[in-house]
């Protein structure tokens, strides 16, 4: 989301998406309401660095009360890295390497690359690169992550 142009993003259904969510509100709040308000706050950020991170964390730790599957649980390190550091997204993440819907997913190890990445770890982010490269399902997700890994190399 970080390359995005943002001004390419259809803001007549990101403003109709946000009104619809706020016409949904009240108790008990579902697994769809949660992710909405989640993409809300990605869609109403000016730009990626103003991104509301800790509000973000903070839906995501109501979704895991709802729905602790193991895709939100990855999504939600990436909130974890934004508000308290790649090192704990880290932490995050070896809770999760064990899970087998998780131990042969392409985005686990691109995500996991992405925190060393962060801490300069850069021979442990190839390794995880490599290993999303082998597992990914796409010629254009290859590509993507082999230019990442490209990137991390020249450091």
């Known amino acids: 989301m970080e390359e995005q142009d943002r001004s390419l993003w259809n803001r007549e259904l990101i403003e109709n998406g946000i009104a619809n969510l706020s016409k949904s509100t009240g108790q008990p709040f579902s697994v769809y309401y949660i992710l909405a308000a989640i993409s809300a706050c990605h869609c109403t950020a000016i730009e990626y ?9 903070s839906l995501y730790d ?3 009360a709802i729905d602790k599957s193991p895709l939100i649980l990855l999504n939600r390190s990436v909130a974890v890295s934004k508000v308290n550091g790649a090192e ?9 390497k064990n899970i087998s ?3 042969g997913y392409y985005l686990f190890y691109s995500t996991q690359a992405e925190f060393y990445i962060q801490l300069n770890e850069t021979g442990k982010a190839i390794e995880s690169l490599e290993k999303a490269i082998m597992l990914a ?7 993507l992550l082999k230019e ?4 991390c190399i020249k450091k």
């Open 49 to 57: 660095a103003s991104t509301n991170w800790k509000m973000i964390l």
């Open 62 to 64: 109501s979704l895991i």
């Open 88 to 96: 704990q997204a880290l932490k995050e993440l070896e809770h999760l």
């Open 101 to 103: 819907s998780l131990s």
């Open 137 to 143: 399902p796409l010629q254009a997700e290859k590509d």
């Open 148 to 151: 990442r890994l490209s990137a």
